[in-house]
C-alpha cells in the first residue's frame, strides 16, 4: 500500500482526437485492477518531487539539466583554493581554532582525509561540510575569512 503515494497510474490516452478517452489518474489497487479487467491502456509512472519544494534556488537542478543534456563529461564542483588555503590558515595558527586536521575531522563528523582534500581544493563541493567546518572554526563558508568575533 505504500507504493500508492510514490506512483500515479493513468488509464487511457490523450491522443488529440475528440473521440479519444482522457487520461484518468487512478489512486488505489482496486481500481488499478478495474481497469485491467477491463482492458485499458495503463501506464505507471514514478512521481518525482519539483523543483519549487526541494531546492528553493534552483541553480543544482539548472546545473543538473546541463549535465544531462550535453554529450561531454561536466566535472563536478570544487572547493575553490582560496577558501582552503583560509580554512587551513585559520586551524593552523595559535590561538582557540589551532588543531590539526584529524582533530578538526572528528569535530565536524568527517573523515581526516576529507579535510585535507578541503584545504587543498582537490575536495568535490559538499556544502554540508563546509557548513560544519564553517561553523567549528567560525569563518565564512563561502569565502572562508574569519567571522567577526562578538
Known amino acids: 500500500m ?3 503515494w510514490d506512483t500515479v497510474t493513468k488509464i ?3 491522443t488529440g482526437g475528440g473521440s479519444s478517452q482522457r487520461e484518468t489518474v487512478v ?8 481497469a485491467q479487467r477491463t482492458g485499458a491502456i495503463i501506464g505507471t509512472e514514478k512521481k518525482f518531487a519539483t523543483g519549487n519544494t526541494v531546492n528553493k534556488a534552483g541553480s543544482e537542478g539548472q546545473r543538473l539539466t546541463k549535465v544531462d543534456r550535453s554529450d561531454d563529461i561536466v566535472a ?3 572547493v575553490s583554493q582560496d577558501v582552503g588555503t583560509n580554512i587551513r590558515n585559520r586551524r593552523s595558527k595559535e590561538g582557540p581554532y589551532k588543531m590539526t586536521q584529524a582533530q578538526l575531522a572528528q569535530k565536524v563528523n568527517a573523515q581526516a582525509n576529507d579535510i585535507k ?3 587543498s581544493g582537490d575536495a568535490i ?3 554540508g561540510l563546509l ?3 564553517a561553523r567549528v572554526l567560525k569563518i565564512s563558508p563561502k569565502t572562508g575569512l574569519p567571522l567577526d568575533d562578538k
Open 117 to 119: 582534500l578541503l584545504e
Open 2 to 4: 505504500s507504493d500508492d
Open 131 to 133: 557548513n560544519r567546518v
Open 125 to 127: 563541493k559538499n556544502q
Open 76 to 78: 563536478p564542483q570544487k
Open 12 to 14: 487511457g490516452s490523450k
Open 27 to 34: 489512486r488505489g489497487k482496486g481500481a488499478l485492477n478495474q
